[in-house]
């Protein structure tokens, strides 16, 4: 959904104006008023679509969507500029200092219960469109799993949410509401998960079975990835199934063993998945789609602003202060990427690899290349100044390994070498101390990194991967384990090591060494905490990880191992939800509406 669509729905009923001392009656001819109407058009069906795909925008990618899904995990800290206040508050989340005032909260709060909205009464209106059913299947199949998306994005979040919004479970409302179906709980709780996986069979039947070469429509494989999401969420759940993990292997298997039909397949090299212009290659099989170096179409109109926007604000909010980081010598006041540039983006500092996610999960930094497809390595200088030409030398490198970092460092060099062990946070690097100049810097994500954007400051405008492939894959595997299938979730995890393996250059038998080293030689290897390990080599970055972790039960004992800076505050039987926004309880009209609250909050 390339272009820019919003939809304002005005409905005017019972409206009357009456003026003193006229004695004429004023009649109204209100030609410029949305009705319900429009959405019983062709065209204004697919502008209900369009919104709907539109609205996610603001789930992935701005900067408190990405907080809500990287914030204070195994994998993420923050950085010396984790924003504080009402306006985000990643400090909070990355603390488990949050409250239901906490500002990033309601990013996804307040973006889904409209959309969910619109979709209800898309579904409702298709059927009086004056198109093919043939059609009506496919648009009632897009309505659905985006549907879908929008629930499973609060449920994995909030726990239960309302599916009745004023006018009954999934019926369109558009008359005011000041209820909150969200009670009781567990009975919501289990229809939240029903919903959401009968829309999914639905689009897994009636999607068309390829995306396009050059969009991110929606076709068959997103709708069975997802659906294989779901039920593995639920399996975890309080109202699992006894079928959930088997149905999660089907749905996964169905296009793992189909790739030719569905269009999809891995790419040759890991670092490929995420390149700069191979944002519509085949792994990826759904992407929220913006358009790189088109502000005004991706939604954005205001670039220069951080946060509240469909901005892909990732771009930046991984990113270390490069700028900072002088030549080899602590006296050298040169500073050879001391411009900021639209490749390597705003140096904004909100979240910082944790020791774990370096030191552990992408321990293996040769034979495995996800740590290099996953985080820049290699500065290019943005200033001609000493030794150093603007745009061609190497302006510093960010070492893989301490040794490698004094192994090069003992050839005189303009440029500085960067050893781990200086890493801002990972390593311990502080002002003042020897190593003066990496002061708040660390390893920064690549994945999101977009050259197109026109200015360093502005957020990026690529689109942003919510189903690929090698998700399919893990998923998979971790549903065969969960049903005694130990070899096959080995075998399935192997194909992405071996992947992984693989690099540009690299003959068959370089690659198959590599892989030796990394693979996996027994199933008794595969447990659920190696498979989230896998998940990170896989998805670092990605607004996966909190969820990631709390519906599999894990969240508190990972981050008590793993982060230090939330590890004294994260607190088991609370911290596994995120809480209410207090805004929404404020507008409930109960006497008692802290009973919708959370526990703990």
């Keep these: 959904m390339k272009r820019s669509v919003n939809i304002f729905l005005l409905i005017t009923t019972g409206f009357f104006i009456v003026i003193s001392g006229c004695s004429k009656k004023l009649e109204e001819r209100p030609y410029t008023v949305f009705s319900t109407d429009y959405f019983r058009t062709p065209e204004g069906l697919q502008a209900g679509i369009a919104s709907l795909y539109s609205g996610m925008r603001y789930l992935f990618g701005p900067e408190g969507a990405v907080g809500m899904g990287v914030a204070g995990t195994d994998e993420w800290s923050m950085g010396d500029q984790a ?3 009402a306006a985000g508050d990643m400090t909070a989340m990355c603390t488990y200092t949050l409250g239901p005032t906490t500002g990033a909260l309601l990013t996804p709060w307040n973006r889904s219960f409209s959309n969910i909205n619109l979709a209800n009464g898309l579904i409702q209106f298709s059927q009086e469109v004056p198109i093919s059913e043939a059609e009506r299947n496919v648009a009632q199949g897009e309505i659905r799993l985006l549907r ?4 499973m994005n609060l449920v994995q979040y909030f726990g239960a949410v309302p599916v009745d919004l004023g006018a009954g479970d999934l019926q369109f409302n558009q008359t005011p509401f000041q209820g909150f179906n969200r009670l009781p709980i567990e009975q919501v709780f289990a229809r939240n998960y029903e919903v959401i996986i009968e829309d999914l069979i639905f689009a897994t039947q009636n999607l068309p079975t390829r995306r396009p ?3 991110f429509r929606l076709s068959k494989s997103a709708a069975y990835h997802l659906l294989s ?4 969420h639920r399996g975890y759940s309080s109202v699992a199934q006894p079928s959930d993990f088997q149905n999660a292997y089907d749905a996964a298997i169905e296009i793992i063993n189909n790739q030719a039909t569905y269009g999809a397949a891995l790419q040759p090299y890991y670092a490929d998945v995420h390149a700069v212009g191979n944002d519509y290659n085949s792994e990826i099989l759904f992407s929220i789609e913006r358009v790189p170096g088109n502000y005004a179409a991706s939604e954005v109109p205001n670039p220069q602003g951080i946060g509240g926007t469909k901005g892909m604000d990732a771009s930046n909010d991984f990113c270390g202060d490069y700028t900072a980081v002088r030549s080899p010598l602590k006296t050298s006041a040169t500073t050879p990427v001391g411009d900021r540039t639209v490749q390597y983006g705003r140096p904004i500092r909100r979240f910082c690899p944790t020791p774990w996610t370096y030191h552990v999960a992408f321990a293996d930094k040769k034979n495995d290349s996800r740590y290099e497809g996953t985080f820049r390595t290699v500065y290019i200088a943005s200033r001609t100044v000493g ?8 302006g510093f490198v960010m070492a893989l390994t301490n040794e490698m970092a004094d192994s090069m460092n003992a050839i005189p060099k303009p440029y500085r070498v960067i050893a781990p062990r200086e890493f801002y946070f990972i390593g311990g690097s502080t002002a003042g101390s020897a190593t003066e100049g990496t002061s708040n810097m660390y390893p920064s994500l690549s994945k999101y990194e977009d050259p197109a954007r026109g200015v360093p400051n502005y957020p990026g405008a690529r689109p942003y991967p919510v189903c690929k492939l090698g998700e399919t894959y893990l998923i998979a595997a971790e549903a065969a384990m969960q049903t005694g299938r130990e070899t096959e979730a080995m075998d399935l995890i192997n194909v992405l090591k071996l992947r992984a393996a ?6 068959a038998a370089e690659v198959n060494q590599r892989y030796n080293v990394i693979r996996l030689t027994s199933p008794s290897q595969v447990t659920l905490d190696f498979i989230l390990d896998e998940r990170t080599r896989e998805l670092c970055g990605e607004s ?5 972790l709390a519906v599999r039960g894990k969240l508190v004992e990972r981050v008590k191992l793993f982060n230090t800076d939330a590890a004294s505050a994260i607190t088991e039987g609370k911290h596994e939800l995120r809480p209410i926004p207090q805004s929404q309880l404020d507008r409930v009209v109960d006497e008692n509406a802290a009973r919708y609250q959370n526990p703990g909050y």
Excluded: H, Q
């Design 387 to 394: 030794d150093f030409r603007a745009g061609v030398d190497t």
């Design 83 to 85: 924003r504080a206040g």
């Design 148 to 151: 879908a998306l929008y629930y």
């Design 502 to 507: 693989n690099r540009p250059g690299l003959s």
């Design 544 to 548: 996966t990880r909190w969820p990631d």
């Design 213 to 215: 070469e050059n969009a």
């Design 229 to 232: 999401k779901a039920y593995i």
